[in-house]
């Protein structure tokens, strides 16, 4: 996993390859004071007034014909016109002053508001010529500016057209706007021939991208351009150049990682497979060609001293515990240990019931480890994992704590593995002589995303499902339709024995977000009222772990009609009785999300639904998503119309998932560079662009 700290980079920096006074005080018309107020908007130093891009560009039409700026709709323009008509206000009006100004074959309008002293009308005699510069105002005919600078000529003066593009600033307190750009202009000057370039030239060439100085140079428009289109074009390729270097200085340090790992090279040989096959024989069902393929190539990662560092990606319902346990039936084989850690207790004890209905009957000897056991199993279950009694530990954030020791760790499993910092993931793998590592996600991430937050690891991507899954129907429904919809569910639970979940955005009500459903509120109300009759249950976060898991015991034994709950029933929930989920204000949720709920039901034989009951009101990013998930079970897809739609960072949880943030970049937008980064960063230390 990608890591926000300094070591793996996101933001771009630049770097002197020759030490320089670098004091923003030392720049001509910055004082302590002006320093200051820059320094508290992050400009540091000159290095970050380098990296302190326009907000936009202002292109300046001089001298041009008039009849062009208006074809143009040209906004600022330097002019040079013949004064025609002065239209001064009445005496004690309010009305402005208004000059007519002919430039070649156009009338411009002059207006000038408020006018501070009666002189000033005296300026403008008709016949002169003045030289005009302004916003040109194209709303009204004919065109006009308020309150132009303007200078008048003793003649006519002849000059030839120019366009000036100019760079505007975001304003900064107490700094002034004219100081911004002369700044920058000058700490170029004296630093540009050092500017590390942190890019091998040779890349440069292949890729048609500038210097690192040359791209500066061009985006704070240090050399002037007369030509818009030009200048546009070397924007482009300029700022392709920024986000170029920004995810090759990623990409390299991602691969430099993996390297490290791999030059480790002590990891344990497991080899034997038998108790693997023996494990197949156990499985109740045929294997997917995908899942084939990815336990054949974990088996074969895991038969070298090289430590695998592998993520199985896998749609809702495609089969990853399966390969995982089958995994790790090869390290207990070989007489290893294998840790299984998972993002909550729901999820963990989920994943131990599947092992024990597996393991139990090859012998294997398992156990699970959560927070909300007690003293004494605790003990007994480290005392064991120490000794080297237990082959597969489960269990939660619980495994990583200090006092968690292994006999002989030979392979850690993460599943949903962007729910851990990799501060997490290194804690455990600590505790083994550098063990493999088999990293899960049911949460279908685009390779662009995938790269950009797990660049250091290898992809193995599961997309078959087992055959014989039915598709979910799901269904879009607003508010005002939810009484038939309970209804419906009522009469389909009493008539078959299935159950439903009913999932909700919040815990308790609250007046902060008064449109949005609680699970404890919704909860009573459907039980003395809508739903009536049926055996409600109720489970979310705040609960405790032994709560939760006597819930979940219920509803699997079927002592639970519906399960009211938060999305803590996202991944880990297998029932296969449970057919309906209803999902109130699904409008709150990422798609991701949502695709996840979905998968908890269609596990068994009998047809399913999902219905999604919004909101009164939509905005226009919700009814995207809902609508997109209404036409299709694809996972993949989803998330990539999530991630087009919320961006990168909702779409993970920047802080979550350590995404770095980009100065420059941006992973949808760019996935192109961040591929050909990739590419070259793995050619570059690895000798093989392909893995």
Same mark, same amino acid.
């Given at each position: 996993?990608?890591?926000?700290?300094?070591?793996?980079?996101?933001?771009?920096?630049?770097?002197?390859?020759?030490?320089?006074?670098?004091?923003?005080?030392?720049?001509?018309?910055?004082?302590?004071?002006?320093?200051?107020?820059?320094?508290? !908007?992050?400009?540091?130093?000159?290095? *970050?007034?380098?990296?302190?891009?326009?907000?936009?560009?202002?292109?300046?039409?001089?001298?041009?014909?008039?009849?062009?700026?208006?074809?143009?709709?040209?906004?600022?323009?330097?002019?040079?016109?013949?004064?025609?008509?002065?239209?001064?206000?009445?005496? *004690?009006?309010?009305?402005?002053?208004?000059?007519?100004?002919?430039?070649?074959?156009?009338?411009?309008?002059?207006?000038?508001?408020?006018?501070?002293?009666?002189?000033?009308?005296?300026?403008?005699?008709?016949?002169?010529?003045?030289?005009?510069?302004?916003?040109?105002?194209?709303?009204?005919?004919?065109?006009?500016?308020?309150?132009?600078?303007?200078?008048?000529?003793?003649?006519?003066?002849?000059?030839?057209?120019?366009?000036?593009?100019?760079?505007?600033?975001?304003?900064?307190?107490?700094?002034?706007?004219?100081?911004?750009?002369?700044?920058?202009?000058?700490?170029?000057?004296?630093?540009?021939?050092?500017?590390?370039?942190?890019?091998?030239?040779?890349?440069?060439?292949?890729?048609?991208?500038?210097?690192?100085?040359?791209?500066?140079?061009?985006?704070?428009?240090?050399?002037?351009?007369?030509?818009?289109?030009?200048?546009?074009?070397?924007?482009?390729?300029?700022?392709?150049?920024?986000?170029?270097?920004?995810?090759?200085?990623?990409?390299?340090?991602?691969?430099?990682?993996?390297?490290?790992?791999? !030059?480790?090279?002590?990891?344990?040989?497991?080899?034997?497979?038998?108790?693997?096959?023996?494990?197949?024989?156990?499985?109740?069902?045929?294997?997917?060609?995908?899942?084939?393929?990815?336990?054949?190539?974990?088996?074969?990662?895991?038969?070298?001293?090289?430590?695998?560092?592998?993520?199985?990606?896998?749609?809702?319902?495609?089969?990853?515990?399966?390969?995982?346990?089958?995994?790790?039936?090869?390290?207990?084989?070989?007489?290893?240990?294998?840790?299984?850690?998972?993002?909550?207790?729901?999820?963990?004890?989920?994943?131990? !019931?599947?092992?024990?209905?597996?393991?139990?009957?090859?012998?294997?000897?398992?156990?699970?480890?959560?927070?909300?056991?007690?003293?004494?199993?605790?003990?007994?279950?480290?005392?064991?994992?120490?000794?080297?009694?237990?082959?597969?530990?489960?269990?939660?954030?619980?495994?990583?704590?200090?006092?968690?020791?292994?006999?002989?760790?030979?392979?850690?499993?993460?599943?949903?593995?962007?729910?851990?910092?990799?501060?997490?993931?290194?804690?455990?793998?600590?505790?083994?002589?550098?063990?493999?590592?088999?990293?899960?996600?049911?949460?279908?991430?685009?390779?662009?995303?995938?790269?950009?937050?797990?660049?250091?690891?290898?992809?193995?991507?599961?997309?078959?499902?087992?055959?014989?899954?039915?598709?979910?129907?799901?269904?879009?429904?607003?508010?005002? !339709?939810?009484?038939?919809?309970?209804?419906?569910?009522?009469?389909?639970?009493?008539?078959?024995?299935?159950?439903?979940?009913?999932?909700?955005?919040?815990?308790?009500?609250?007046?902060?977000?008064?449109?949005?459903?609680?699970?404890?509120?919704?909860?009573?109300?459907?039980?003395?009222?809508?739903?009536?009759?049926?055996?409600?249950?109720?489970?979310?976060?705040?609960?405790?772990?032994?709560?939760?898991?006597?819930?979940?015991?219920?509803?699997?034994?079927?002592?639970?009609?519906?399960?009211?709950?938060?999305?803590?029933?996202?991944?880990?929930?297998?029932?296969?009785?449970?057919?309906?989920?209803?999902?109130?204000?699904?409008?709150?949720?990422?798609?991701?999300?949502?695709?996840?709920?979905?998968?908890?039901?269609?596990?068994?034989?009998?047809?399913?639904?999902?219905?999604?009951?919004?909101?009164?009101?939509?905005?226009?990013?919700?009814?995207?998503?809902?609508?997109?998930?209404?036409?299709?079970?694809?996972?993949?897809?989803?998330?990539?119309?999530?991630?087009?739609?919320?961006?990168?960072?909702?779409?993970?949880?920047?802080?979550?998932?350590?995404?770095?943030?980009?100065?420059?970049?941006?992973?949808?937008?760019?996935?192109?560079?961040?591929?050909?980064?990739? *590419?070259?960063?793995?050619?570059?230390?690895?000798?093989?662009?392909?893995?």
């Amino acid at each position: 996993m990608a890591d926000a700290s300094p070591n793996i980079p996101g933001r771009l920096t630049l770097r002197l390859l020759q030490p320089h006074p670098l004091g923003l005080e030392r720049l001509r018309g910055i004082g302590p004071k002006t320093a200051a107020r820059m320094r508290e !908007r992050g400009i540091l130093d000159q290095l *970050h007034l380098l990296l302190h891009m326009p907000r936009k560009y202002r292109p300046t039409y001089r001298f041009w014909p008039g009849h062009e700026l208006v074809e143009r709709r040209a906004s600022f323009v330097e002019v040079i016109g013949q004064i025609t008509h002065v239209l001064p206000p009445a005496r *004690h009006s309010r009305a402005p002053l208004e000059v007519r100004l002919q430039v070649d074959d156009a009338e411009f309008k002059l207006i000038w508001f408020n006018l501070a002293f009666p002189g000033f009308v005296k300026k403008f005699q008709p016949g002169d010529w003045m030289r005009v510069e302004g916003k040109l105002d194209h709303e009204r005919a004919p065109a006009q500016m308020v309150h132009p600078a303007f200078d008048i000529l003793k003649s006519r003066e002849a000059r030839p057209p120019q366009t000036e593009v100019v760079p505007i600033y975001s304003s900064m307190e107490e700094v002034r706007d004219s100081l911004i750009h002369p700044a920058i202009t000058e700490s170029f000057s004296l630093l540009h021939a050092d500017l590390e370039e942190g890019v091998p030239l040779n890349l440069l060439r292949q890729h048609e991208l500038p210097t690192l100085a040359e791209a500066l140079k061009t985006i704070h428009v240090l050399t002037p351009y007369d030509d818009l289109d030009r200048f546009r074009e070397d924007l482009s390729t300029a700022r392709n150049r920024l986000i170029y270097q920004e995810f090759f200085d990623l990409q390299l340090a991602l691969t430099r990682r993996y390297v490290a790992q791999r !030059r480790a090279a002590n990891a344990s040989r497991l080899t034997e497979r038998e108790l693997g096959r023996e494990l197949l024989k156990k499985i109740p069902f045929d294997l997917t060609g995908d899942q084939k393929s990815a336990i054949a190539t974990i088996a074969d990662d895991l038969a070298t001293r090289i430590p695998m560092r592998r993520l199985l990606q896998g749609d809702v319902g495609s089969g990853k515990t399966v390969v995982a346990l089958l995994a790790a039936a090869i390290a207990i084989a070989n007489g290893h240990q294998v840790a299984l850690l998972a993002p909550t207790e729901i999820l963990a004890r989920q994943h131990s !019931r599947n092992a024990h209905a597996l393991f139990t009957a090859l012998n294997i000897p398992h156990a699970l480890l959560v927070g909300a056991q007690g003293t004494a199993e605790r003990r007994d279950t480290l005392q064991a994992l120490a000794n080297g009694d237990i082959g597969l530990i489960v269990g939660t954030h619980a495994l990583v704590q200090d006092d968690v020791a292994f006999k002989n760790l030979a392979l850690v499993i993460i599943d949903e593995q962007h729910k851990f910092g990799v501060d997490q993931r290194d804690a455990l793998l600590a505790k083994g002589q550098d063990p493999h590592l088999l990293a899960m996600t049911a949460t279908p991430i685009p390779r662009s995303l995938a790269h950009a937050v797990f660049g250091d690891l290898d992809l193995t991507l599961i997309r078959e499902k087992p055959p014989g899954r039915k598709p979910v129907r799901t269904e879009l429904r607003d508010r005002t !339709r939810a009484p038939k919809i309970y209804d419906y569910v009522k009469k389909r639970i009493l008539e078959t024995g299935e159950q439903a979940y009913f999932v909700y955005p919040l815990v308790e009500a609250s007046d902060a977000v008064s449109n949005r459903r609680s699970v404890t509120e919704e909860a009573e109300r459907l039980a003395n009222g809508p739903l009536k009759g049926l055996r409600l249950g109720i489970l979310h976060g705040r609960m405790d772990g032994t709560a939760k898991d006597a819930v979940m015991q219920r509803f699997s034994n079927g002592d639970i009609d519906v399960l009211c709950a938060t999305t803590v029933v996202e991944v880990g929930v297998d029932v296969p009785n449970a057919t309906i989920m209803v999902i109130e204000n699904p409008e709150v949720f990422g798609l991701s999300q949502l695709h996840q709920l979905r998968g908890r039901v269609g596990r068994g034989s009998v047809d399913s639904m999902c219905i999604l009951i919004t909101g009164f009101t939509l905005t226009e990013d919700a009814e995207l998503r809902l609508q997109a998930f209404t036409t299709t079970d694809d996972g993949f897809k989803l998330a990539e119309t999530d991630l087009a739609i919320r961006g990168p960072g909702l779409f993970l949880g920047v802080k979550q998932a350590g995404l770095p943030e980009f100065r420059f970049g941006d992973v949808l937008r760019d996935a192109h560079w961040l591929q050909t980064a990739r *590419h070259d960063a793995r050619r570059i230390l690895l000798g093989d662009a392909s893995r």
